[in-house]
């Protein structure tokens, strides 16, 4: 069984921080997406990765999967309101199971203003 | 491209009533996954279809669980017999087959079961 553990489980900062959230297995992922997710609503794709080592640039968000595809890390830069939200990391299975998710359990991202 | 569809979006039920959920997958997409989550927690996987066959169940699916996606195009997922700890959010995602693509989830439907 694949597990993906992700933390902090909560974040709560201020406008203009940094901050950094992180998810690590002990299982190889064949990729890993990220995805935000607001109340009420299903989750929203930021990015896939799917080679060992790739960063990814989305504005202020930067995502690393790393070298062995076992974990990987979402960065935000100078943080804003509209950051707020839940944030989901997903590995994708191996073999006949490539497109099958394992969620880590979120982060809860609040940025104050 | 109209993205993954839900229907309903809420369902609130009496313990012990059938329910029945809907979702149409992005057309081109041959992929169908059914995911539950619960309140702060992360999705987990339900069931997947590679166009009209069930390739894999988890075993949170129990006997009263039943989904279908006759044609290869919608699903339907079926609860029978609703119990209190079956209130959760179900959500469909829809993707191209292959490594590294990406599913695409639906805005999910809400079970409440009273």
């Known amino acids: 069984t694949q597990l993906l553990e992700q933390s902090p489980q909560f974040l709560s900062i201020q406008e203009g921080e940094n901050l950094t959230v992180y998810c690590n297995s002990s299982s190889v992922f064949s990729s890993l997406q990220w995805y935000r997710q607001e109340p009420g609503e299903g989750p929203v794709l930021l990015v896939t990765v799917v080679t060992g080592g790739e960063v990814k640039k989305l504005k202020r968000l930067t995502f690393q999967f790393g070298d062995a595809r076992k974990d990987s890390s979402l960065h935000i830069t100078a943080a804003q309101p509209g950051d707020t939200g839940l944030y989901l990391c997903a590995g994708a299975g191996g073999g006949t199971s490539y497109g099958k998710l394992t969620f880590g359990q979120g982060t809860i991202l609040t940025v104050h203003p | 491209d109209t993205g993954v569809s839900q229907d309903p979006r809420h369902k609130i039920t009496k313990r012990g009533q059938n329910v029945t959920f809907r979702c149409d997958p992005i057309?081109?997409?041959?992929?169908l996954y059914w995911y539950r989550q619960t309140l702060g927690q992360g999705p987990e996987f339900l069931t997947y279809f590679q166009n009209e066959a069930q390739l894999e169940k988890s075993r949170l699916l129990s006997d009263r669980f039943s989904a279908e996606r006759p044609k290869g195009s919608f699903s339907t997922l079926e609860i029978q017999r609703t119990e209190q700890g079956d209130s959760a959010m179900y959500l469909c995602a829809s993707s191209y087959g292959g490594i590294g693509q990406t599913a695409f989830f639906g805005q999910g439907t809400r079970l409440t079961v009273v």
């Open positions: 057309s081109e997409h041959n992929r």
